[in-house]
């Protein structure tokens, strides 16, 4: 193997509760002057177009909805959503307790590290902010190419940026997004991680990979495994 591509979140870090991201929107809501309720249905119908960058973060990316509730708060409002709404992306890019550990193993066996994820267009930033964001030289972010996992573009970008084919990879992800199957398209290994109760999120969830973990640690035994020399 020559490289392993990660997915980010319910991989790297946590799926955080429902109630988190409830709360959050709860907080913009009333900084917007929007019933909590009526800020939900024109917010949650936007997610592709926020994953797609369509709509990008920051405090410009509550206009539609503004617009459509027929309200137009000071700017100093918006800028305090957009703080919140990165506040929340803060929370949800805490580590894995053994992500950094694992993956530092992982470049010391020589392996190149790729990013595969779904996200806003604020999330690379502040990724950036954390232990994880030095790892990974090569991304593809769903927001700054247009589309999302499976679309073969989110795998063949980062595979042309770390000039490695997909025989030659592992993948490893929560099941989101058909990424698994994704990944199996361009002949990648393919690892799905079991959070068990801890999945919160589910979205074309399809959880089929060729081994299955529990934790990251998990998988410096199966690289070894791979690598090993058939009889």
Excluded at 90 to 106: G, M
Excluded at 179 to 186: M, P, W
Excluded at 187 to 208: A, I, K, L, Y
Aim: with cysteine; proline share 7%.
């Amino acid at each position: 193997m020559q490289a392993i591509l990660f997915d980010l979140f319910g991989t790297l870090v946590p799926n955080l509760p429902l109630s988190c991201w409830e709360q959050s929107s709860e907080s913009i809501a009333k900084t917007l002057g929007l019933d909590p309720e009526h800020y939900r249905k024109l917010w949650e119908p936007r997610f592709m177009e926020r994953m797609t960058g369509a709509i990008l973060d920051g405090e410009h990316q509550f206009d539609e909805i503004l617009e459509t509730a027929g309200l137009d708060p000071p700017a100093g409002e918006r800028t305090l959503a957009a703080r919140l709404h990165t506040d929340l992306l803060r929370e949800a890019l805490v580590p894995k307790p053994e992500a950094c550990q694992v993956l530092s193993v992982l470049v010391d066996r020589g392996l190149r590290l790729g990013l595969v994820t779904d996200c806003s267009s604020a999330a690379p930033e502040v990724l950036d902010q954390t232990p994880l964001g030095p790892f990974f030289e090569a991304r593809s972010i769903s927001a700054f190419l247009g589309v999302r996992k499976p679309d073969p573009r989110m795998y063949s970008h980062v595979l042309e940026l770390l000039r490695v084919k997909g025989k030659d990879c592992i993948y490893v992800g929560d099941g989101n997004s058909e990424e698994l199957l994704g990944a199996k398209e361009f002949d990648m290994t393919t690892v799905w991680v079991d959070n068990g109760h801890e999945q919160h999120w589910r979205e074309r969830f399809v959880p089929r990979g060729d081994y299955t973990i529990r934790s990251l640690e998990e998988l410096i035994p199966i690289l070894d495994s791979l690598e090993r020399p058939t009889p």
